[in-house]
């Protein structure tokens, strides 16, 4: 079966309404990008190969990011990773480069590229003006990539920034999600939106998942144990797997500070158990908030300035915790059915999620209930 978006489907989770692309683009302004590198097969040569990895890149929008940064936190909810970044985001609630996603060897290499890109969009930086925070997450490919490789270089970071678009968004086993796996299965990128009444502000909550945790009984879609039920066909052999990690970014229209998207990064745990994660020992699972309203100019013309805030924070968190909730758990449903079955070194194979299996038992499930779709 051609691989599909959960509800193309016909199977939708929660109950407010996505945007235009049901993608972190349909926060106007927001861009995607990725660099999918694939090459050689068979046994691995450290180093040199087989090749399944890539990065991919989220702009808060298509102007110079350090000149005009946006309002952002971070989160960790289970600290077993490699970030890069978050201590100056925390500090100042600013993010002022794009937002890389890559393997867990790659991360310096990703980050010296964004770095130069910063330095050549601001030749003043660490001359005549501040330094520039970049922010690069990862989780680790190495089951199917040559993880010691660092195939991840400056000129693929190039790629995926120049190739960054609103609209649709790829998602599956490409960028940052080439080599990963998710419960047992395939994972990669995957992304939905959602929508806030208009009568409560109308903004957009846009989220992007790098998904590569968890075993294969844990997994759940739309509330249904369909890990109960489908297992990949190298389950009896391959060794039980909980660990592993998610990168989870998260985009708004909505005018928040820092500590209100702080509120909002700590809801995505919510849609990440939702789909069955407990959070291994091993597993590295962050958050990356941002706000496309009211960017901080790097040199502000004054020492103050008015901005639009929100008047009131109980009414529009409402609507913006269970839509980060929503749109986290469909992107990660998303990432496995978008993703394609990928043999990497040593045979290893990632096999796809049997989406027509995995949608009947939802639709079963449903029927048994009288649950809504």
């Not at 998942?209 to 739309?222: E, I, K, W, Y």
């Not at 291994?280 to 502000?300: N, Q, W």
């Not at 901005?307 to 109980?314: F, G, S, Y």
Request: hydrophobic share 45%; net charge neutral.
């Amino acid at each position: 079966m051609t691989r599909a978006r959960l509800r193309d489907l016909g199977i939708a989770i929660g109950v407010l309404a996505t945007g235009a692309h049901n993608a972190i683009t349909d926060v106007a302004g927001v861009r995607v990008g990725h660099t999918t590198l694939i090459s050689g097969e068979g046994a691995l040569v450290p180093g040199r190969g087989p090749v399944r990895t890539g990065v991919t890149v989220i702009l808060p929008h298509g102007g110079n990011l350090f000149r005009d940064k946006v309002h952002a936190a971070v989160h960790t909810i289970n600290g077993f990773g490699k970030v890069f970044g978050f201590e100056q985001v925390r500090e100042l609630g600013l993010i002022e480069s794009p937002v890389a996603l890559t393997n867990t060897l790659n991360v310096g290499l990703v980050a010296d590229a964004l770095v130069q890109h910063a330095i050549e969009q601001n030749p003043a930086i660490g001359i005549s003006t501040s330094s520039v925070n970049v922010v690069v997450g990862e989780t680790n490919d190495g089951y199917l990539n040559d993880l010691q490789g660092r195939h991840v270089r400056a000129e693929h970071v190039r790629a995926a920034i120049a190739s960054a678009a609103a609209g649709p968004v790829a998602e599956g086993a490409v960028g940052a999600g080439t080599g990963t796996t998710c419960f047992g299965w395939k994972g990669g990128i995957g992304t939905s939106s959602r929508v806030v009444p208009p009568q409560d502000g109308g903004f957009t909550m846009g989220a992007l998942v790098q998904s590569n945790f968890g075993g294969a009984r844990d997994l759940m879609v739309n509330g249904v144990p369909v890990g109960l039920h489908l297992r990949p066909p190298d389950a009896p052999t391959r060794p039980v797997r909980d660990a592993g990690s998610i990168m989870m970014v998260l985009a708004t229209d909505a005018p928040l500070t820092s500590r209100q998207l702080r509120r909002l990064c700590a809801r995505a745990a919510a849609g990440l158990a939702r789909t069955g994660s407990v959070y291994a020992h091993g597993s590295g699972d962050f958050v990356i908030t941002f706000s496309t309203a009211e960017p901080s100019a790097h040199e502000p013309a004054s020492l103050t300035a008015a901005r639009t805030v929100l008047a009131d924070e109980a009414r529009a968190m409402r609507w913006l915790f269970p839509a980060v909730v929503e749109a986290v758990e469909e992107a990660i449903v998303n990432s496995l059915f978008r993703a394609e079955t990928t043999v990497g070194r040593d045979g290893h194979t990632a096999y796809g999620l049997p989406i027509a299996d995995a949608a009947a038992l939802v639709r079963e499930y449903q029927q048994q209930t009288g649950a809504a779709t």
